[in-house]
């Protein structure tokens, strides 16, 4: 694969993730831009966020390989101890997409989750094999569609934990009710969906080995019947206005997929 000759000038090398949800307390940036296999640098400005730092990384949008083949493992990566960057390798092939959420000690997305972000040209491909299938360590299921996740529907959602992760937007743990056991669901339980239509929305399965290890898989919200009874100004959303992530030229994308990317596909009933 030929080494990309854009002149990448520093100012457009740094992608900053503006703060997503109102004022936010701190803010985060990629140094340079994300590289197939290149090693990314993440950097946290301001004062107000409390380590330890931490850097969700979720596939988005179809994979670019031959027949489509999916190796992009969720990244789940902690910043050390009080620490305000953090270095990784980034296990993505080029024309691959990403959505980034940076947390702090506060709570689960508290830096704001970044919009759709491209991996750029890179001539090294040690990273990953092009062949080979990723496996998460668990399937998750959601019950009574797979095609579908519908404003204000009660969904049931098999345990243990799990994340709505929205593109450019604000992402949350996902509240966990009564856990019950079903004859033909099993266990699991419910969740009413008070996202608006029209929202994209990744839901990531994780347990005590951490965020992403049963995968993720994406949806556009439903309409269905427009009952709007759970939806308030708290509910989930994008942000209104321009959307956040500011990126260079060459790690814009140029289209977004609400497809399923590098994550389980749940067990249709």
């Given at each position: 694969?030929?080494?990309?000759?854009?002149?990448?000038?520093?100012?457009?090398?740094v992608?900053?993730?503006?703060?997503?949800?109102?004022?936010r307390?701190?803010?985060?940036s990629?140094?340079?831009?994300?590289s197939?296999?290149?090693?990314?640098?993440?950097?946290?400005?301001?004062?107000?966020?409390?380590?330890?730092?931490h850097?969700?990384?979720?596939?988005?949008?179809?994979?670019?390989?031959?027949?489509?083949i999916?190796?992009?493992?969720?990244l789940?990566?902690?910043?050390?101890g009080?620490?305000?960057?953090?270095?990784f390798?980034?296990?993505?092939?080029?024309?691959s997409?990403?959505?980034a959420?940076?947390?702090?000690?506060?709570g689960?997305?508290?830096?704001?989750?970044?919009?759709?972000?491209?991996?750029?040209?890179?001539?090294?491909?040690?990273?990953?094999?092009?062949?080979?299938?990723?496996?998460?360590?668990?399937?998750?299921?959601?019950?009574?569609?797979?095609?579908?996740?519908?404003?204000?529907?009660?969904?049931?959602?098999?345990?243990?934990?799990f994340?709505?992760i929205?593109?450019?937007?604000?992402?949350?743990?996902?509240?966990?009710?009564?856990?019950?056991?079903?004859?033909?669901?099993?266990?699991g339980f419910?969740y009413?969906?008070?996202?608006r239509?029209g929202?994209?929305f990744?839901?990531?399965?994780g347990?005590?080995r951490?965020?992403g290890?049963?995968?993720?898989?994406?949806?556009?919200?439903?309409?269905?019947?427009?009952?709007?009874?759970?939806?308030?100004?708290?509910?989930?959303?994008s942000?209104p206005?321009?959307?956040?992530?500011?990126?260079?030229?060459?790690?814009?994308?140029?289209?977004t997929?609400g497809?399923?990317?590098?994550?389980?596909?749940?067990?249709?009933t």
């Amino acid at each position: 694969m030929p080494t990309s000759h854009c002149a990448y000038d520093t100012r457009l090398l740094v992608i900053t993730l503006i703060l997503l949800r109102g004022a936010r307390a701190y803010t985060w940036s990629f140094k340079e831009a994300p590289s197939q296999c290149g090693q990314s640098t993440v950097a946290v400005a301001g004062n107000d966020g409390t380590p330890p730092f931490h850097i969700l990384i979720a596939p988005f949008g179809p994979s670019p390989l031959p027949n489509g083949i999916e190796t992009r493992q969720i990244l789940d990566i902690p910043f050390t101890g009080n620490q305000s960057e953090v270095q990784f390798q980034l296990t993505y092939p080029t024309g691959s997409q990403f959505i980034a959420v940076v947390s702090d000690a506060s709570g689960f997305a508290s830096g704001g989750t970044g919009v759709a972000t491209m991996v750029t040209n890179s001539t090294d491909n040690s990273c990953f094999d092009a062949t080979s299938t990723v496996q998460f360590d668990f399937v998750f299921n959601i019950f009574p569609t797979v095609a579908q996740v519908v404003q204000c529907q009660n969904l049931r959602i098999s345990t243990p934990n799990f994340l709505g992760i929205i593109p450019g937007g604000q992402s949350f743990v996902i509240p966990e009710g009564t856990i019950t056991t079903d004859a033909s669901t099993g266990t699991g339980f419910s969740y009413q969906a008070n996202l608006r239509a029209g929202t994209t929305f990744l839901l990531m399965g994780g347990d005590v080995r951490g965020n992403g290890t049963g995968g993720s898989v994406t949806y556009i919200v439903a309409l269905g019947n427009n009952d709007g009874s759970c939806l308030s100004n708290n509910s989930p959303s994008s942000t209104p206005g321009s959307p956040a992530g500011a990126t260079s030229s060459s790690s814009s994308p140029s289209s977004t997929s609400g497809s399923s990317a590098g994550g389980s596909v749940p067990t249709e009933t």
